[in-house]
């Protein structure tokens, strides 16, 4: 075991990845209504990670009243394995019958679309509660979020703050420049401090996002306590005893203010990623307190805490059970011919596509988009004119071909290029199957959440297990089987070998096979898509 781990990390409760419950197993209690909209979902059972968080989570609710006794919790879990539903619904479920509307949960992503597939996941379990839910990615002017979060805007300061929701989703950006901006914006209430996706969100600084929120939190949640009522205006009774009506505080009263109330409920922190970091400074910036580390990953997958490993990773993976992983060494060149190859004769009906840059993702949409508009114009006119808008194409019924007939594809590029409503709509196009190819970049990589993705190809094979992890994770989730395919340079090949053996990945990878001349069919339209994009650029 590598030098330097607490031992809360190096010693995690493993839950394997094929692990499921009943909704009414012992140790998940949930509500009635919590049931009927988990069956409304079609949850049928929960999986690893939901399995083993809830019942930590869902403590009876005579455990609330020892809020300072209740440890943190870190979880690593692959990506697309129930993680969202292992937090939502415990919170819901403690939150549900509250009285007084504060701000009890705090929930930080690192992406927009992130926060908006949250906010609807919560809005699903909170209807019919009086709960009130935020997301704040600042998309809206900021004193329309001041008055959706606080209320009455430029309002006069409040002892304790005001809040007009229980619980915000959000990016780090926007909560701290409402932390620094609006008045009355308080987290000194929060029971639940949730930190998703958090490898992301810790590697990057944010303004320094964490350590003001932590403080934020840490902030006296009694104000009153810091001032004694003076002795002469303690009411007494006949025995000498103070008196409370319900607008005093009994610990302002006596000399040891604890005899007569419990210590301040303790914020519980919770942090879900498919790559948890074991670097003892960002460990430490977390604040933990007893931490309860559950790792979700197949029990027969080698930690990359090991021998080779031990000296040069800081953090562990998990890759989900069901995902089969294959290696292609390819040219330059065959590349983007791959990508329609794959497409055509894997039987795949929806695949994300992932390149390194921006720029890289718009060049290859463009140019397999023109491919693959040349193919399909001569299955139906061979002689039809060429139009760079002509991409819309319904998808044929035909699964697979052998390279020689290629089905129809609509190809889409997912880009931070495109507005929120833009991309939730390009989204929603993927996942009822009217898109089969999304090209993106490891930029916008995570604002991507959709079950039913069959295959990831990695057009740039990434340098860092954690984007590996998490770009093939965007396949295989919640139980579903799922390929993810690697295109890789010869002079690039050792050193993603070697990647994938030190995270522990290097024997469960395939070698594909293929010929240089099953891209033969393909080569008549890519060469003339390189000449029309050679023009457009010119021009």
């Not at 055509?344 to 949409?365: D, N």
């Not at 880009?415 to 490891?442: A, M």
């Not at 050792?494 to 990647?499: G, L, P």
């Not at 995270?503 to 469960?508: E, K, L, N, S, V």
Request: glycine share 4%.
């Amino acid at each position: 075991m590598a030098s330097g781990i607490p031992q809360w990390l190096a010693h995690p409760q493993v839950v394997p990845q094929s692990t499921t419950t009943e909704l009414t197993a012992s140790g998940v209690v949930l509500s009635d209504d919590a049931l009927a909209k988990c069956q409304a979902l079609g949850i049928e059972k929960f999986f690893a990670v939901q399995a083993a968080v809830m019942p930590t989570l869902l403590l009876p609710a005579v455990h609330s009243l020892t809020r300072h006794t209740l440890r943190d919790v870190c979880v690593s879990a692959p990506t697309g394995s129930g993680k969202t539903l292992a937090y939502v619904i415990p919170i819901v479920e403690k939150l549900r019958l509250r009285v007084v509307v504060r701000l009890r949960a705090l929930i930080v992503l690192p992406t927009r679309d992130l926060v908006y597939q949250v906010k609807a996941t919560l809005d699903h379990f909170c209807a019919d509660t009086n709960l009130r839910v935020a997301a704040i990615t600042g998309q809206t002017p900021f004193p329309q979020e001041q008055d959706e979060l606080c209320g009455l805007s430029g309002s006069q300061p409040l002892v304790g703050g005001r809040s007009a929701v229980d619980i915000i989703v959000c990016t780090p950006g926007r909560l701290i420049d409402h932390l620094a901006g609006t008045a009355n914006f308080t987290l000194q209430h929060l029971e639940f401090l949730v930190i998703d996706e958090a490898d992301r969100l810790l590697g990057q600084n944010y303004q320094d996002w964490l350590v003001k929120v932590l403080d934020a939190t840490e902030s006296s949640s009694s104000p009153m306590l810091s001032q004694p009522t003076e002795s002469s205006q303690v009411t007494r009774n006949a025995f000498g005893m103070p008196v409370h009506d319900a607008l005093s505080h009994p610990a302002r009263t006596v000399a040891n203010p604890w005899l007569f109330t419990r210590p301040p409920p303790r914020m519980q922190k919770l942090l879900f990623s498919a790559t948890l970091t074991t670097d003892p400074a960002q460990i430490a910036s977390l604040r933990l307190v007893d931490p309860h580390y559950i790792s979700v990953r197949d029990t027969e997958m080698p930690t990359p805490l090991a021998g080779e490993a031990a000296a040069t990773m800081d953090e562990q993976y998990t890759l989900p059970p069901t995902l089969t992983q294959h290696l292609l060494t390819v040219t330059a060149e065959e590349k983007p011919l791959l990508v329609l190859y794959l497409l055509h004769t894997r039987a795949i009906r929806s695949a994300l596509c992932f390149t390194r840059s921006v720029e890289t993702a718009h060049r290859l949409y463009q140019l397999v988009a023109l491919i693959n508009q040349l193919l399909t114009e001569r299955l139906v006119a061979p002689d039809a004119a060429l139009s760079p808008t002509a991409m819309d194409l319904e998808p044929s019924s035909d699964s697979a071909t052998n390279g020689q007939m290629p089905r129809k594809l609509v190809i889409g590029e997912y880009s931070s290029d495109l507005s929120q409503k833009q991309r939730t709509k390009l989204l929603t196009q993927f996942r009822n199957g009217d898109l089969q190819l999304l090209v993106c970049s490891d930029v916008i990589a995570r604002g991507i959440d959709v079950d039913t993705v069959d295959a990831v190809i990695n057009y740039d094979a990434p340098s860092h297990p954690r984007n590996y992890v998490h770009r093939v994770g965007r396949t295989a989730r919640a139980g579903r089987p799922g390929d993810a395919y690697t295109l890789v340079e010869l002079a690039d090949s050792r050193k993603f070998k070697k990647m994938l053996k030190m995270a522990g990945f290097w024997d469960t990878v395939n070698q594909f096979q293929y010929e240089p001349t099953d891209l033969d069919s393909y080569q008549d339209a890519y060469q003339s898509a390189l000449e029309t994009l050679r023009k457009i650029y010119k021009s």
